[in-house]
């Protein structure tokens, strides 16, 4: 079976296990529909005929990889998938349940947008769809979409794009404005999949052979609920203290230096990410987000990566705390950035902006954060992404109100002085300790033990 064009059923057993479809109460229409629409009582009855369906989504309860959802599937060839006043009281069902029952949602979407035939009625069922989100979103459940071919209109604007965790299919059109209203110099190459992958609106790609495994993990890990802090990662890098505050630099900058997806890898026996701070960036090269399992139970992650992390990078880090924090999942951040991205674009972007948003989401998340600075901590670019009171260090980092050789360089020194600087900065572990910037309870990091190994 191929995805494109799948029918709701088809789509329901490549995920499921199992699935137990919700019984469903729906009003009678009069005479073609609330709009009174010549033949559009033909064009339903001709609906159900082809596809063996009474409207156009199907709601159940499924197990996907043994992790029990409610699955809204679309049956793209019921009238184009289209929303009505009939699907609306389909959606809402499905909603009201999984709250009742506190199970995750997962939309498999196959939308052309609104029902022509029930005119402003039918767009008002996106105003129900995003109350039904918003309450599950309100009462801590994750929902997970799958894009499927075609996305479009108000059921991308909500089920899909309104989703915790946007999965798509390779090559599904997906985009606000379907084919048929485009522009026609529209570059039909921005309303893909990947496209909103590239543009931080989707998290990843999934081909169908993985979907099911795939939704497992996700549904598997976004469950996984634990009010214990996250346990500080294990130095994978050097166990003695610098000598002094330019020592310190030094090794933090060295190209040998364990960077944040080694210390992912060792810490989680499985992770998925996120990607993308659904404002229309990403910064896959800057900033790693996403959820993993650490002895039994989930953990979310925001790991900088050693690179200036861009405006799309807090913003994303922001979100994936967020959702944390919802969810009742505690986060390990990992501070590791020369700074923020100071250049023009980073500034057209909302480099001050972003920074601020995330400096604010730590301040208020409820959900303990655990930070741990593994190379540089590069100012307030490195700051707003630690926990206060609850950030360690490792031997081979810094953090530091700015660059050694910025600082210098404001205070008029001559560049000779910058490793004065960075001593006179008190920028090293065991210094950060004795200011009570750092928890000092990792063994190695005392005055009085310096060579001491964990």
Known sequence: MTTDRASAREVIALVADEFDELPHDEKDFTRDGPLAWPGYD?????????????????????RVEGARAVLIAFEF??????????TGDRLEAAYAYAREHRLPVVPLVATGGSRMQEGMLALTQLQRVARQSALTREAGLAQIAVLRDPTTGGGWATLGAGADVVLA????????????????DADPA????????????????????????????????????STDPAPVPEDLGATDLPASGWDAVRRARSPRRPRAARYLDAYFTDRLAISG????????????????????????????????????????????????????????????TPGAANDAEAERQGAGAAIAELFGVVATARTP???????????????????????WATPDSYFSVIAPELAAAILKRPEAEVELTADQLRIRPQDLMELGVIRPTRPHITRDNPEHRP
């Open 277 to 336: 701070d659904r404002c229309g960036g990403a910064d896959p090269a800057g900033m790693l987000c996403g959820f993993g399992a650490h002895q039994g139970r989930t953990v979310a992650y925001a790991a900088q990566t050693g690179a200036a992390t861009r405006p799309a990078g807090y913003r994303t880090a922001a979100r994936l705390i967020r959702l944390a924090d919802r969810l009742g999942i505690p986060v390990l951040t990992l501070v590791d």
């Open 169 to 184: 299919l390779p090559g599904a059109q997906v985009g606000f404005a379907g084919s048929r209203v485009r522009p026609p």
């Open 42 to 62: 033909d064009s339903r009855a001709r609906a159900a005929r082809r596809t063996g369906e009474s409207e156009s989504v199907v709601c159940g309860v499924g």
């Open 77 to 86: 060839g019921f009238l184009g998938g289209s929303l009505g006043e009939r």
């Open 369 to 391: 954060l655990t930070t741990l600075v593994i190379g540089e901590g590069g100012s307030g670019g490195a700051l707003a992404l630690a926990a206060p009171g609850r950030t």
């Open 190 to 225: 921005a309303y893909t999949a990947e496209a909103q992958v590239a543009a931080g609106s989707a998290d990843a790609v999934v081909r169908p052979q993985e979907l099911r495994e795939t939704l497992g993990r996700w549904l598997r890990l976004l469950t996984g609920v």
